[in-house]
């Protein structure tokens, strides 16, 4: 698969999570995916769910520091600014709230989405077979949810 399929195809995944307002760590949209773009955003989502399960500190610290991170007055466009806030109790209860959220995301199953194959040739499923298969073959835990979705499970 050339570099800019790759790239296409990881924004239709971001896109198809923005739209459902998951988190990317823990669901895999691949709705609209052609099978081998599919199997390849199949193992790239793995690959990041595995490490943030491996490195449950690392990824609250990365929680941590995002959630303080963001400058004072800054907002988005159009809105107004948001006022600079004392250094207290409630900045660091922030900070420990995002960490506690990042901490409680890590050992989620992988919600993966492949879809129905509704829109398919036949109306037969071409991705939820073949992804299935495939997370199986590199030695996931699967449970299926529905014509449409399976999870994959910590080992």
Known sequence: M????????????????????????????????????ALQAIDDALN??????????????????????RPS???????????????????ASAKAAAAAAAAAAVR???RVITGAGNHSSKNRAVLFPA??????R????TRVESDGSFLVLWN
């Open 2 to 37: 050339s570099e800019w399929n790759r790239r296409a195809a990881a924004a239709v995944v971001r896109r198809n999570q923005l739209t459902l307002g998951t988190a990317a760590a823990t669901v895999a949209d691949l709705h609209g995916l052609t099978r081998r773009e």
């Open 48 to 69: 990041v769910w595995d490490w943030r399960n491996r490195h449950p500190e690392e990824v609250a610290q990365l929680a941590a520091a995002e959630g303080g991170s």
């Open 73 to 91: 007055g800054s907002g988005p466009r159009g809105a107004p600014p948001t006022p600079p806030q004392p250094p207290s109790s409630s900045v």
């Open 108 to 110: 989620q199953p992988l």
């Open 131 to 136: 992804v299935l298969a495939h997370v199986q």
């Open 138 to 141: 590199r030695g996931w835990r």
